[in-house]
Every structure is written in structure tokens, then in C-alpha cells.
């Protein structure tokens, strides 16, 4: 007889409930919950590949270590001896920075990594510090920070009550939110604020999925969307629209912003991105007119060489439109764990080290993954020779991976904590794998902080793992034990570092840590039986979610500056002004180059990088393509459907092309976190739908120089027909269909 266990799916910040059919040990279905408070039984085809993963025979269950090149399965006592053996050794004969740890996108997602990811950095000491933060996400950050004074301070876009809602390098069709709407099935959102007599536009250089649910799509040039936001934010001002609104005594900076634009000309501007000067005029008084309106960018303005700027500019627009923290505008959800005042490291800091090689600063404790590969193959004091990798594959993430891959060779002992032998734990000397996604807890510990409603939701594990069978949080913990252990110069830190293990092991459980948080936390009962409010009973009562309240406004209170003052012009943004401006607006003409095109990301809703193993997702038609304009194939005679070489300074891949007008003149577009061709991973089903990776393109050199952000939009290539063009599959893909298309 079948039974349902509802759960939230992990796979994305979406955080969308799940109906999980199941009978013994055997999952039967995976559906959308109806009755989770916040998606509403709205899901993606995603969230049904969890059921390959946890019967992937690819999947590890078992610790396995690289002997004479051949991978072998030992026992998790001499796994964890060994790590915490070699990592020790490595900190005490070459210092604490010898040894680095990289943490993966996934780590976010995953309740005891999470948990973990403070006592890692405390415990190892360590200022070599790399996540894929810096891949994609740390622009936002930073701007949060210096804006807002915690870099986790996320300003959510209020969709449900907007008027007039303005997006920059996102596709919510495809990515189903990604901070703007967690819950899935985004362009709903979208059609709703038309339907009430809203405006949705979409500023992209691919008329991506999304644009059929707005009323207007514009091209722009990749990486001159900071000029755009400055051509708004310039007109706003001139047709004397700016107001504060209601945070009027609680912003500091706000004479300093038009000085700081006004030499940016809008014709200038109109030139450079694309979007004619008239439009953008247009564009900023509806903005500024409407009753309420959000300007909201992700990806495609965070993966760029001016994502700082980006971020920062995309806050001025709703702050001087009255538009922050206001019903329909940019707000702020309050979370049930209350992590930004219990975690007071994790407000951020910026520049107190420099990474050793290149000098670059670090923010919140990290330095950009971009200078990792460096930092392991530069000989001297401080160079990196070991590393803890976790839940993540940096080979395929970070650009160009084939130089860390390199690296990652050099490195005296690396420890994979991974469920797959994948294209960067091969390099690793010990794969750790944690327990399957159904046999751990969870709770969205993290990307609570992007909640567009506030609630919150416990998922508890659903089957027990086979013996022994550990969680990510034990898995850490143990590592972290054996090191501190192993390290220690006397006996009595030895034993100091004995009991902090069994009590982070024995009595700290992540459900204890959980229960705490949820009892201290603003809505929670603390103590006293008798007082209705949150506990990890409550939740666990309530499987489809607790609904506590829609967003409210919480400014100026909310804020974490030290004045109190939302900081409109921070310094460190406005002195990276020039270097955009003479990037685009210098009235040099630009060199001619080989690499005539400039190539932008883009994503898929059947597949993230990690679930590229699932049958279910990734079969069909060829989804990793090559999107061109029909005027740069026909340039360049280029067949559809053919495999074309796609070329860099950094190197070179081959991809099946697919010619469309949705691409912006100029422009190619691929997905990314694919390539799975590297020879000695476990992963059946990826390899045989391998596609290209396309960070074997992008340059790790190239960063956004104020956030130390990888460059992944807007890298220069050059496109060719193949030399033995081969034909491709002429069916269209099945690229983004909707879950009902996906189930059908
Ligand atoms: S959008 Fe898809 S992957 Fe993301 S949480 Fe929802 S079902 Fe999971």
C-alpha cells in the first residue's frame, strides 16, 4: 500500500512542496504538493529527476579512494583517519592557508552542509575560501552589504502587488524564479500583474522564454546593462520624478548619485547598448509614474564584467522611485530562523586579506574561485596543497575549468564530499559520499532569505540510508574532528578537540539546532509550553508549511547598517563609475578582433549542473546548443543543425548550432555546467548526453574588478562551421517545455 510523504525540493531557491508516492523503500511518483502554502502544487520537471538520483546505481554509498589510479571502497574509519591524517599534516608543515576548501552551489541547498559551513571555516582556519558564490552570486551580495550593511539582506521583488515590473538578464519561465518568486511557475506571476492593468518588460539579449509573458522585450549589447539602469536612473532625475517616498530621512548618499551620472550622455548610452535613447526615456517615467514598480536583474547582470555596478544601480533605480521596501517594490522577507542576527560572521566584510598570487581582496571571508587554479600551481609560502571540496564541480562551473582541472592535479591531497564520481572528484584522492537526497532532513535554511511570502517548512528524511550511512552535517563534522584532532600540538588540545567532535556528532543535532532557532527566532515559542508560536514540532505537524504573514515593510529598522541608513552612494561602488565608462563610453572605436561575437549563458528547466545524471531529464533531443542570428550563421555559412567549433583565447569546443532570431545580432548563447566528456567519472547517463562545457571558454583572468566576480556573459568568441560539419539532430529540442508538456 502507498503512502505520501510531502517534502520541499532542494534543487533550487524556488523551494517548491512536493507529493513524494512511495511504497517500502520505493519511490512511485513525484508530484507538486497542492497544499504547500507557498508553490501550491507548481513544480518543474526537476524536481521528478530526485527519484533517478536516489536509486542512481552511479550514485555513491560508500567511501572510495584512488589507489594507483584505480578507485577502490574502504571503510569510513580509515576514510575519515586518512583525511583528517593528510589535511593535518599538510596545515602543520606548511600553514593553516596550505590547505583550501571550495563549496559548491548545492551546498546552499543542503541543510547540513549549511550547518557545517561556519565550524569548516572557524575550524580549518584557513583564508583560502572558495565557493561558486563567485561564480554567479557575489555582486549581489556585495551591493547588499554595502547598501544595506548584511550581504545576505536580500531585496525580494514584491510580484504579487506590483504594478510595473522591469527585469534584466533573467528568464523566470525557465529558472522559475531565482529570488523573485519562490514557488515556481513564475510567468503566472507575470500574467497576473498584466491582467490587473501592469506592465512586465524584459531587457535581455536573447528574447529569451520569458518574453512571451511581457509586454515589451528590448535587446541589449551583453554587459552594458549598468549603462541602461543609468540612462533610467539619469532621466528619472531630469523630469524631476525622483522621490525617497518614505525612507526620505533614513537614506544617506542621495546628492551624490546624479553628480556621479551626469557624465554619462543618453544618446552615448543609447549607442552603446542598443536600446534607443527615446525608449529608455519611455521606459523611466512609466517606471517612475507607476503606482508601484520593481527593476530586478539576476544572472545575466551578476555573471558580467560590471556586476557590481549592475546590482548597485538596479537598487538606485527602486530606492529613487520610492520603491524600496514598499508594497509592489523591493521588500524584505522576515525568516523564521533568524540566521542574520544569530550568525553575526556572516554579515560580510570586505578586504582584510588578499589572495597571495594575484591581490585580490576577499569579501565575507571568500576570494574569487577564478584565482584558485593560480593559487595551487604558484609555487611559495602559503601556496594551496590540499583541499576540501564540497557538493560541488568546479571543473564545469568555473571559468575556464581545464586549467583547475590541471591544478587540481598538482594538489598533494584532495577530499571530494560527494555522492558522485564526477569531472572534479575524479582529481580527488578520497570521495566522502553523503546519504541520498530522501534519507536526510531538511530545511531551506538559506533561501528562506528569498522568501516572497513569509513561512516556513521542515521536510524530515523519508527512508533510512543503508548502515552506516552518513548526512553531509555528520560527514563535515567527522572531517573537522580528525583534523582539529590530528593537528593539535599538545594533549590537552587534543582532548579540547576530542569532546567539541562528540558533542557536534553525539548531542548537536541540525533537528536541536533547528528546534532552537525556530523557538528564538521572531515567530517562535521559546520555552513556554502554553505560547502558541514555531517550534520543529509545529513544523512537524504541518508538513505542507506554516503561512506566517505576506511580506511587510521593515525599514529602517531591518537595516544592519550601524547608522540605521540605507547607503545609497557607498565610495567603493561610485569609483568603479570610470572604469564603465571608459569601457564603453571612452569614443574609442573598438579594435577589430577575431573573436567578433560575444557569447552569454543560458539555462534550461529540465536540468541543473548536478542533476545531469537523471535519465528522465536529460533525455530527447540535444539541449546544450548554440543559439546565432540568422545573419551571423549566414556571415559565417553556417548550417543549422550542424556542429560548429566555438573559439576563445582561453580555448575551444564544439557544439551543435542552432540558428534563431531570438538571439540578439551579434550574440550566441549556450547552457552551461554541461561538457561531461572527461574521461574516468561514474556517471552513465551524463556521459552519454555530454554536451560542451562552456567555462572551457570563458577566461578565468577576466572578472568583474570590483566584486571579484567570474566573467561568464559577454566573453568575445568566434564561431566556425566545423571542418567535418556534422549534422545534428533537425527535430526541435525540448528545451523548456512546461511540467504538464514535460509529464505529457
Ligand atoms: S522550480 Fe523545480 S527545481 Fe526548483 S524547487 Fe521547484 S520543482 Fe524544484
Not at 352 to 376: K, Q, W
Not at 406 to 415: I, K, W
Not at 692 to 698: G, H, L, R
Amino acid at each position: 500500500m502507498s503512502n505520501t510523504h510531502f517534502r520541499t525540493c532542494h534543487l533550487c531557491e524556488t523551494m517548491c512542496g512536493i507529493a513524494v508516492e512511495y511504497e517500502g523503500d520505493q519511490i512511485l511518483s513525484i508530484k507538486g504538493d497542492v497544499y504547500d502554502v507557498l508553490s501550491r502544487g507548481n513544480i518543474c520537471p526537476k524536481a521528478t529527476g530526485l527519484q533517478d538520483v536516489h536509486t542512481d546505481p552511479d550514485r555513491l554509498r560508500k567511501p572510495i579512494k584512488k589507489i594507483n589510479g584505480e578507485w577502490l571502497e574502504i571503510s569510513w574509519k580509515d576514510a575519515f583517519q586518512e583525511v583528517g591524517s593528510r589535511l593535518a599534516e599538510i596545515q602543520r608543515r606548511d600553514g593553516m592557508n596550505a590547505v583550501a576548501s571550495y563549496e559548491g552551489r548545492s551546498t546552499a541547498h543542503n541543510l547540513g552542509c549549511l550547518l557545517m559551513v561556519d565550524p569548516l571555516r572557524r575550524f580549518m582556519g584557513t583564508e583560502n575560501i572558495y565557493t561558486a558564490s563567485t561564480v554567479d552570486q557575489q555582486p549581489h551580495n556585495f551591493v547588499w552589504y554595502f547598501m544595506l550593511g548584511h550581504q545576505f539582506m536580500a531585496t525580494i521583488p514584491n510580484l504579487d502587488r506590483t504594478d510595473y515590473y522591469l527585469m534584466l538578464g533573467t528568464n523566470p519561465k525557465v529558472t522559475n524564479g531565482a529570488q523573485m518568486a519562490t514557488g515556481a511557475n513564475t510567468y503566472k506571476k507575470l500574467q497576473a500583474i498584466r491582467k490587473r492593468g501592469g506592465k512586465v518588460l524584459l531587457i535581455d539579449p536573447r528574447r529569451n522564454e520569458t518574453a512571451p509573458y511581457c509586454d515589451e522585450h528590448h535587446f541589449i549589447k551583453p554587459a552594458t546593462d549598468a549603462l541602461l539602469l543609468i540612462g533610467l536612473i539619469k532621466t528619472v532625475f531630469a523630469k524631476g520624478l525622483a522621490t525617497p517616498g518614505r525612507l526620505k530621512n533614513h537614506i544617506t548618499g542621495w546628492e551624490k548619485i546624479e553628480p556621479a551620472i551626469s557624465e554619462f550622455d543618453l544618446e552615448e548610452i543609447a549607442n552603446a547598448t542598443g536600446i534607443g535613447a527615446a525608449d529608455i526615456e519611455r521606459i523611466a517615467i512609466e517606471f517612475a509614474s507607476a503606482k508601484s514598480a520593481i527593476c530586478y536583474g539576476r544572472t545575466g547582470l551578476s555573471m558580467q564584467e560590471f556586476g557590481g555596478l549592475c546590482n548597485w544601480l538596479m537598487q538606485v533605480l527602486n530606492v529613487v522611485t520610492g520603491n524600496m521596501d514598499e508594497p509592489g517594490g523591493m521588500m524584505f522577507p522576515k525568516t523564521a530562523i533568524d540566521t542574520f542576527s544569530v550568525l553575526e560572521s556572516v554579515k560580510g566584510n570586505y578586504g582584510r586579506y588578499h589572495s597571495r598570487v594575484s591581490g585580490r581582496p576577499e569579501f565575507a571571508d571568500e576570494l574569487p574561485v577564478s584565482v584558485l587554479a593560480e593559487e595551487i600551481m604558484t609555487p611559495g609560502k602559503g601556496q594551496i596543497k590540499g583541499l576540501i571540496a564540497i557538493a560541488g564541480n568546479p571543473a564545469l562551473a568555473m571559468p575556464n575549468g581545464k586549467l583547475l582541472e590541471e591544478a587540481l592535479d598538482q594538489l598533494e591531497f584532495m577530499v571530494s564530499i560527494d555522492p558522485y564520481l564526477n569531472e572534479t572528484s575524479r582529481h580527488a584522492d578520497i570521495i566522502l559520499p553523503a546519504v541520498g537526497p530522501f534519507e536526510k532532513s531538511h530545511y531551506d535554511l538559506f533561501y528562506h532569505t528569498y522568501d516572497t511570502i513569509n513561512w516556513a517548512k521542515y521536510s524530515p528524511a523519508l527512508f533510512k540510508p543503508e548502515a552506516p550511512g552518513y548526512t553531509d552535517y555528520e560527514i563535515i563534522a567527522e572531517v573537522l574532528r580528525q583534523v582539529v584532532v590530528k593537528r593539535a600540538s599538545n594533549p590537552l588540545k587534543k582532548l579540547f578537540a576530542q569532546s567539541l567532535g562528540w558533542l557536534l556528532l553525539k548531542t548537536i543535532t541540525p533537528e536541536l539546532i533547528l528546534d532552537l532557532g525556530l523557538r528564538f527566532g521572531p515567530y517562535g515559542k521559546g520555552l513556554n509550553p502554553f505560547k502558541e508560536g514555531l517550534s520543529l514540532k509545529k513544523l512537524k505537524e504541518n508538513p505542507h508549511g506554516v503561512f506566517i504573514s505576506k511580506l511587510q515593510r521593515s525599514l529602517p529598522e531591518g537595516l544592519f547598517t550601524k547608522d540605521k541608513k540605507l547607503h545609497l552612494a557607498p565610495e567603493i561602488l561610485l569609483s568603479d563609475l570610470p572604469r564603465l565608462k571608459q569601457r564603453w563610453l571612452s569614443g574609442e572605436p573598438e579594435k577589430p578582433s577575431e573573436f567578433d561575437l560575444l557569447i552569454v549563458s543560458r539555462n534550461t528547466n529540465r536540468t541543473l549542473g548536478w542533476m545531469h545524471n537523471s535519465l528522465r531529464l536529460v533525455k530527447g533531443k540535444e539541449t546544450c546548443t548554440l543559439l546565432i542570428h540568422p545573419d551571423d550563421a549566414s556571415r559565417r555559412k553556417i548550417i543549422d543543425n550542424t556542429y560548429v567549433t566555438v573559439s576563445s583565447v582561453t580555448g575551444s569546443i564544439e557544439v551543435l548550432v542552432k540558428i534563431s532570431d531570438v538571439m540578439m545580432p551579434g550574440v550566441v548563447s549556450m547552457p552551461h555546467l554541461w561538457g561531461h566528456t572527461r574521461p574516468g567519472t561514474r556517471l552513465s547517463v551524463a556521459n552519454a548526453h555530454p554536451g560542451a562545457s562552456m567555462n572551457d571558454i570563458t577566461n578565468e583572468k577576466v572578472m568583474d574588478e570590483l566584486t571579484g566576480n567570474a566573467v561568464v556573459n559577454g566573453v568575445p568568441v568566434k564561431v566556425e562551421a566545423s571542418k567535418d560539419a556534422r549534422v545534428g539532430d533537425t527535430t526541435p529540442a525540448h528545451e523548456n517545455e512546461t511540467i504538464e508538456e514535460f509529464i505529457a
